[in-house]
């Protein structure tokens, strides 16, 4: 099994910014891919970065530009840095890490119980 624990969300201001962290513990070696995805009131848990083993990172069209995905794999964390954040991004923030197979109706995947992040004008 692969544990999850996310920080650094909290209140900040339209335009401002944001570190979320993300911390990995039991099976670490088993993980193919770590990344967030986000989930306002009222919406469907949505995919926002990714980063796969030997891999660059991808992002969600509605982030612009605005954040950037790394990951340590010898410390077991990935980190999103939130630049000019928008009311939009307001959500629960989710780290998630993958476990592919051959096909992907077999991928696991493992959730943190999320961060929330809430972005005033």
């Known amino acids: 099994q692969v544990q999850l624990v996310e920080s650094g969300g909290g209140l900040v201001q339209s335009g401002g910014s944001l570190r979320l962290s993300c911390a990995a513990s039991?099976?670490?070696?088993?993980?193919?891919?770590m990344g967030w995805y986000r989930q306002a009131p009222g919406r469907q848990r949505e995919f926002v970065a990714r980063?796969?083993?030997?891999?660059?990172?991808h992002y969600a069209d509605f982030v612009e530009g605005r954040f950037t995905i790394s990951r340590d794999r010898a410390k077991n964390t990935v980190d999103l840095q939130m630049n000019n954040v928008k009311p939009e991004d307001t959500a629960v923030y989710y780290c998630?890490?993958?476990?592919?197979?051959?096909?992907?109706?077999?991928?696991?995947?493992?959730w943190g119980h999320g961060t929330q992040v809430t972005v005033g004008s």
């Open positions: 980063i796969r083993n030997g891999e660059g990172p």
């Open positions: 039991g099976s670490t070696s088993s993980i193919d891919a």
């Open positions: 998630n890490a993958i476990r592919f197979a051959l096909s992907p109706k077999y991928d696991r995947n493992f």
